[in-house]
């Protein structure tokens, strides 16, 4: 099975600040992978698909770049609107699977 | 607008049976794949398996084979998860979610949830 890295698991931020968070996998994913916000007593929120592509309707401070192993979720300036969890999500056809990362908790300072 | 609508909160007793079930509409629910996902208390997200309403195929993630069933009714456009004896350990929010057609396994809609709690 592949593995998912999330790092870091929380972080403090101020208003206005570039955030990135980044996901490692196990092996080589090609760009099957995906991000998601979720907020508080909410359900996720898909931000990030096939790992660059901005899904529609979501705010352009929003961005992710990789392919391979190696993936980076941005915020390129926080807003308070966007203290949640970031969950990245991985999938992998043989067999079928799909597996998310620890999540990464993103507060204001 | 394209929904799912999940049942309500459920409180079982451990040894229990629980189906659960997540309502499409407003798209051809027969055309797109609908996954669940477990959320225990304060953790993170765990993919169990997926389904096409189309013709039932289904995928569990190794995690959940065996431990629960997915399955689907077309004619009333509702996917359903269900055990046969719950645990203590099953206690968790329930997402379902449909699959986009424009990406690699990316879910960019969401039923609500179902909060299901099981205790003696």
Not at chain 1, 10 to 17: E, I, T
Not at chain 1, 21 to 35: E, G, V
Not at chain 2, 47 to 54: A, D, L, T, V
Request: aromatic share 12%; proline share 5%; glycine share 8%.
């Amino acid at each position: 099975d592949i593995q998912m890295t999330q790092s870091p698991s929380s972080l403090s931020a101020s208003v206005g600040d570039r955030v990135t968070i980044t996901c490692q996998a196990s092996q080589d994913i090609s760009n099957y992978l995906n991000w998601y916000q979720q907020k508080p007593g909410k359900a996720p929120k898909l931000l990030i698909y096939d790992a660059s592509n901005l899904e529609t309707g979501v705010p352009s401070r929003f961005s992710g770049s990789g392919s391979g192993t190696d993936f980076t979720f941005t915020i390129s300036s926080l807003q308070p609107e966007d203290i949640a969890t970031y969950y990245c999500q991985q999938y992998d056809n043989l067999p079928p699977n799909t597996t998310f990362g620890q999540g990464t908790k993103v507060e204001i300072k | 607008e394209v929904q799912l609508v999940q049942s309500g909160a459920e409180v079982k007793k451990p040894g229990e049976s629980l189906k659960i079930s997540c309502k499409g509409s407003g798209y051809s629910f027969t055309s797109y794949w609908i996954g669940w996902v477990r959320q225990m208390p304060g953790k993170g997200l765990e993919w169990m398996g997926i389904i096409y309403p189309g013709d039932s195929d289904t995928r569990y993630s190794p995690s959940f084979q065996g431990q629960v069933t997915i399955s689907a009714d077309k004619s009333i456009s509702t996917a359903y998860l269900q055990w046969s004896s719950l645990k203590a350990s099953d206690t968790a929010m329930y997402y379902c979610a449909r699959q986009s057609l424009f990406c690699t396994s990316c879910y960019n809609t969401w039923g609500q949830g179902t909060l299901v709690t099981v205790s003696s």
